[in-house]
């Protein structure tokens, strides 16, 4: 199984930036692909950016230009760089991990992230 646990989220104002972490541990087999998805308040959970073992990021497209994701391979560790932050941006961020050598997905527990003037 694999086990991840979340830190960074806080109340930031509009314009200002910042990082997610996600730190894996337990079985972590490659290929993967690890991702962050959102909740904001009476949404539904939306993938935000993702990122498989060599491969390149996809991003959501009202996060383009402003979120960047990227991971520690050797710390099993995942960021999301947020900047240019605004209210729409305000949500639960959730990690997450697939591997076809699981017949389930892993989940963190959530970081609220809440930009506000």
């Known amino acids: 199984q694999v086990q991840l646990v979340e830190s960074g989220g806080g109340l930031v104002q509009p314009g200002g930036s910042l990082r997610l972490s996600c730190a894996a541990s337990?079985?972590?087999?490659?290929?993967?692909?690890m991702a962050w998805h959102r909740q904001a308040p009476g949404k539904e959970r939306e993938l935000v950016a993702s990122?498989?073992?060599?491969?390149?990021?996809d991003y959501a497209e009202s996060v383009k230009g402003r979120f960047t994701i990227s991971r520690d391979n050797a710390k099993n560790t995942m960021y999301l760089q947020m900047n240019s932050l605004n209210p729409e941006d305000t949500a639960v961020y959730y990690c997450?991990?697939?591997?076809?050598?699981?017949?389930?997905?892993?989940w963190g527990q959530g970081t609220l992230v809440t930009v506000s003037s």
């Open positions: 337990g079985v972590i087999l490659r290929p993967n692909t």
């Open positions: 997450n991990f697939k591997s076809a050598a699981w017949q389930r997905d892993f």
């Open positions: 990122l498989a073992t060599g491969g390149s990021a």
